[in-house]
């Protein structure tokens, strides 16, 4: 048998597995029958092996001078010799090379499972070769097929590593930083670095999601509990009014006075239809009340006497006995379990509570700890109370970060930059009241850059864009907001949003869309509330105004505040109700213009100097004076002077007086003084 016959078997099994036969050259020389002279001149010296062995006699492969390569004692035979050597073997070959690759696919994706399942062994190098045991006769092959060989023992070696393995985390990473979720991964951004004002910005992927500040001039007092004394009981209202210290006093409605402050005893069921707030109060009545509203404009705060103490998890209530959980927690096995904890914590009678959202990832041992927090403050508030006369602040509510971290922490917030060392150090001591799962998910940093902080993660041009009424989407649309003394107008423009790629239906639809996306936005970022008006973009499809209402429903679930919306009427208005939580932010930072009384406009020109004529005028018939002396602004001064010049003689001869106009250049456009001098 011919030396080509076990070659070829060899070749086909190498391609079967996929392997490239290396030396080319060598093997096509092989293949047409010839070999190499330094091949030749090692087979002569060897000794030489003419007797064939069989298929079930095989012996080893004597080695070679080279130590790795094998050698052959017999020429090659011819290639019609090896072709029918081949076809022969074929049958049994194919078999045993079927069970090789079997055996070889069945290790692979043993191998890949591992990978997987990041259990795979250290060092891939070191598992056996998956070598096929391919039986061949017979077994004197020459050199360059040892190559082949050895290139299927490698092939398990040269296969890369999987990058999964070796950029898997520890477990503990993996459970305390859990893979972010779509609107989580939040970043808080603290700036006190001016003793006036302190601002927080609440980021997500670089865009501002929610503002706040608080000025020392403007400080709030929502919160704040203060003893005070009723001034004066209002029939027509049924309302009182409070003295509380502050400039405006406090309006306490009939509705919040606990019957504990009521001078005859009543049915707590009834006492609503048969009393009237003259009946159960008087002036002079000192009350313990709590800001519950920010005075705004000419009205004061408004005061409540259901006192209620926030804190982290639980929300006390004293003089209560209603308890409950909040609405965002809606899983009814985590329900019950935490009031099942609650229960257990033995809240005193005559004090109701409220489970905060937060309360669903904290242990027994935080609640209590909350619980005896706020216990020991009432305790003090009421010690105060009895002592301090009216009226006087009893407690103040905690500054704008404690605040902002109480009411609105969550781990989702992965970061907070703090340019302030006493306000970080503040941050960490809240941060060491949490359970160490949650403490390691946020971490506190000092922001020591050349640039503010603000400035630096590009915060400061999304905050004047709040002050302004328009608001541009991405697809070329607008949304306008115009806060009234009534209700919040809010029009959606569609712009440019128009393409030729999509029809008109579909850009209108994708505006509206984009537009309760960004308005969901911009009302937690305004503090906006109130009654809200918006007229989105008249839709012919019913299914599409679905999508738009389906789209405000998803977007107002990030609010803290309480909201509440109608459907899109058929003129393309939604009527949205936001519950108050602070003054509006535009109120906070800006003041009515005293010349447009915040209008937004003035009078033309024109229409001002035809109204000081009206007045001069009208004057004129009235009193018997001798001179008018009007000092006005100079547009207006110049027009009655070069265009109404004889309008003023006419009238000075007609009432016999003289009309004198003089210019102020510092006066403002809407400004004017006129005054009749009768001698």
């Keep these: 048998m011919s030396d080509d016959q076990p070659r070829s078997v060899l070749d086909r099994v190498s391609q079967w597995l996929g392997r490239k036969k290396e030396q080319p050259e060598k093997n096509s020389q092989e293949e047409r ?18 007797t064939p062995k069989t298929s079930k006699e095989r012996t080893p492969i004597p080695p070679t001078q080279g130590g790795d390569e094998t050698g052959t004692a017999e020429q090659p035979a011819g290639r019609s010799e090896a072709a029918k050597s081949a076809r022969a073997l074929s049958a049994s070959a194919r078999r045993r090379n079927q069970r090789a690759r079997a055996k070889e696919r069945a290790a692979r994706e043993a191998a890949e499972a591992k990978v997987a399942s990041q259990d795979a062994p250290p060092d891939l190098q070191d598992a ?9 006769a017979p077994q004197t092959q020459p ?3 040892a190559k082949p060989r050895a290139k299927a023992k490698a092939a398990p070696k040269a296969k890369p590593k999987p990058k999964p393995k070796s950029a898997a985390k520890p477990a503990s990473e993996e459970e305390d930083s859990p893979p972010a979720k779509p609107g989580s991964g939040y970043k808080l951004l603290i700036n006190t670095d001016e003793p006036e004002e302190c601002r927080l910005a609440l980021l997500e992927n670089g865009k501002v999601e929610g503002f706040f500040i608080e000025s020392v001039s403007r400080a709030q007092i929502k919160g704040n509990i203060y003893k005070g004394r009723i001034t004066s009981v209002e029939a027509n209202l049924q309302a009182a009014f409070v003295d509380l210290g502050l400039p405006k006093n406090g309006f306490l409605s009939f509705s919040e006075i606990h019957p504990e402050y009521y001078s005859q005893e009543v049915d707590p069921e009834t006492h609503w239809k048969n009393l009237k707030i003259q009946d159960v109060v008087k002036k002079g009545q000192e009350v313990l009340v709590e800001v519950v509203k920010e005075a705004t404009g000419n009205k004061g705060p408004s005061l409540t006497t259901y006192l209620s103490l926030p804190g982290r998890c639980l929300v006390l209530m004293p003089g209560s006995d209603s308890s409950g959980i909040s609405r965002k927690i809606d899983d009814e096995a985590q329900r019950r379990k935490l009031r099942e904890m609650v229960e257990g914590l033995n809240i005193p009678e005559g004090i109701g509570y409220i489970i905060r959202t937060a309360s669903q990832e904290i242990t027994k041992t935080s609640l209590g700890q909350d619980l ?3 216990l020991n403050l009432w305790e003090e508030i009421k010690k105060n109370g009895q002592t301090m006369a009216a009226p006087a602040l009893i407690y103040k509510e905690q500054n704008i970060i404690s605040r902002f971290l109480r009411d609105h922490y969550t781990t989702d917030i992965r970061e907070i930059l703090v340019d302030d060392e006493e306000a970080a150090e503040q941050v960490r001591n809240f941060l060491q009241l949490l359970p160490a799962a949650q403490r390691k998910k946020t971490t506190v940093k000092l922001h020591q850059g050349s640039q503010p902080i603000f400035h630096q993660y590009h915060v400061e041009k999304q905050i004047e864009q709040m002050f302004q009424p328009t608001v541009a989407l991405p697809s070329g649309g607008s949304i306008v907001i115009n806060p009234t003394e009534a209700l919040v107008a809010v029009d959606v423009n569609s712009g440019r949003t128009s393409s030729k790629d999509r029809d008109f239906e579909e850009s209108i639809f994708i505006a509206n869309m984009e537009a309760a996306e960004e308005l969901a936005r911009q009302l937690r970022m305004r503090d906006l509330g109130g009654l809200i008006v918006v007229d989105f973009i008249d839709m012919r499809s019913a299914a599409h105004t679905r999508e738009v209402e389906k789209k405000v429903r998803e977007c107002m679930k990030k609010d803290k505040a309480k909201v509440d919306f109608s459907k899109i009427s058929k ?11 602070a ?8 003041k009515t213009c005293p010349h447009c009384e915040g209008r937004g406009m003035i009078r033309s020109v024109e229409n001002m100097a035809l109204s000081h004529l009206r007045q001069i005028q009208t004057g004129m018939s009235r009193r018997q004076a001798k001179k008018v002396l009007c000092r006005l602004p100079m547009e207006v001064a110049q027009y009655i002077l070069n265009k109404k010049r004889g309008e003023l003689l006419e009238l000075e001869k007609e009432y016999g007086a003289e009309i004198a106009v003089e210019i102020d250049p510092v006066m403002m456009p809407a400004d004017h003084k006129i005054d009749f001098i009768r001698e």
């Design 33 to 50: 029958g010839t070999m190499p002279d330094k091949e030749k001149e090692k087979t002569e010296q060897q000794p030489q092996q003419s």
């Design 128 to 136: 056996p070769p998956q070598q096929p045991d391919v039986e061949v």
């Design 143 to 145: 050199k360059a097929k």
């Design 372 to 374: 005896r927090y706020l």
């Design 571 to 581: 003129f393309g208005l939604m009527q949205i109700s936001r519950q108050k939580m």
């Design 583 to 590: 003054a509006p932010l535009q109120s906070t930072s800006y």
